[in-house]
């Protein structure tokens, strides 16, 4: 068995797209995946699986489309892939200013132009985007939603830490 970690896009802790992680488990653990953990109530699941990556995201979306009725892309890596994203980051400023934007494919198309965004910073290597926003996230104009509309892709974006524990979590 293989381990796994999968990013859901557009969970919250409440409102829309709300899911109890408790409830998200049961289902996973229902059509067939092992060990399943979840990470905070933002949609970071880690499990185990015979199956290919591509195959995994396509179930846990079927069924989550199925059991909760709405769309909820996934985005499944393995563990060497979480290494290599890790490994791969170009930014070293410290935790709080680091972010990993996570694309469901690599985009065509990686020259973008993005005004005012000060001193933060972006570098957009495969399937990945990697952030340093030296003034906050949450200040910052290299948001999740700009990176889907400017690349055409379905993306998720996860803080230092939350990257760092998942892989912890997995080994």
């Not at 557009?10 to 829309?16: A, E, R, W």
């Not at 989550?64 to 769309?71: D, L, N, S, V």
């Not at 948001?143 to 509309?149: A, C, I, R, V």
């Not at 996860?158 to 998942?166: A, D, E, I, P, Q």
Request: hydrophobic content about 35%; some cysteine; charged content about 25%.
């Amino acid at each position: 068995m293989k381990t796994y970690i999968v990013l859901l896009r557009g969970i919250n802790v409440s409102g829309k797209n709300k899911i109890p992680m408790q409830e998200l488990r049961d289902l996973l653990e229902g059509i067939g995946y092992e060990n399943v953990r979840t990470y905070i109530q933002s949609g970071n699941i880690i499990l185990n699986s015979e199956e290919d990556k591509t195959i995994i995201s396509k179930k846990i979306s079927e069924a989550i489309q199925k059991h909760f009725g709405y769309e909820v892309p996934a985005l499944t890596y393995s563990l060497e892939d979480w290494k290599h994203i890790i490994q791969d980051n170009p930014y070293s400023e410290g935790e709080k200013a680091i972010y990993f934007t996570f694309m469901d494919q690599e985009p065509e198309n990686t020259a973008i132009e993005v005004n005012g965004t000060k001193d933060d910073e972006f570098t957009i290597y495969k399937n990945m985007v990697y952030l340093n926003c030296l003034g906050g996230y949450g200040k910052s104009k290299l948001s999740n939603n700009l990176f889907e509309n400017k690349l055409k892709v379905i993306a998720t974006t996860r803080n230092f830490r939350t990257v760092h524990k998942l892989l912890e979590l997995a080994r």
